[in-house]
């Protein structure tokens, strides 16, 4: 065999190192590439979220927050389910506990109001939980007659506190 001179053994080393450094630098570079696309993916994942969550909350803002019902009754209308469906979409995206306010009209018994006010809850927080919001999240409280939001007699300020509001 013939031997190289020390220059040309310096140079065979030289090449070698400069093979093994630009493979490390090649590997080094596609494991950058991938960890910024896996962060890109999980920004715009996380972006798509925030934007879903918003046009629930959206949803919730224009639907409003209070369920009205007729004259002695706690049977939901279906304006009332409309509603309902909104914050039930907006609860399931999210966490968050619930508290429905049940309230009536001036007529009738104290007795009697609190009662009716209790059943317009309970209907409420029935559609809600069959509807997938787990029950342990939704409160329910009756104030009867107690926190009108429109005072007098006649049929526009009653129909204004037959309610459950959602707070």
Not at 28 to 54: H, I, Y
């Amino acid at each position: 065999m013939k031997q190289l001179p020390v220059a040309g053994k310096a140079l065979s080393l030289i090449f070698a190192a400069i093979f093994v450094a630009g493979c490390a630098s090649n590997d080094t570079s596609e494991a950058a590439a991938e960890e910024e696309a896996r962060r890109v993916a999980e920004q715009q994942a996380e972006s798509e979220a925030m934007s879903a969550t918003k046009a629930l909350q959206d949803a919730v803002a224009a639907a409003g927050n209070v369920v009205y019902f007729e004259f002695d009754s706690s049977t939901l209308t279906a304006a009332s389910r409309d509603i309902l469906d909104a914050h039930i979409a907006l609860k399931k995206a999210g966490s968050g506990d619930v508290r429905l306010e049940g309230h009536t009209d001036e007529r009738g018994t104290r007795e009697y109001n609190i009662a009716l006010g209790e059943r317009r809850g309970k209907a409420v927080m029935d559609y809600m939980v069959v509807n997938g919001i787990a029950s342990y999240r939704v409160e329910t409280v009756s104030y009867g007659e107690e926190r009108p939001v429109a005072y007098g007699s006649g049929e526009a300020n009653w129909s204004q506190n037959r309610r459950v509001e959602l707070k």
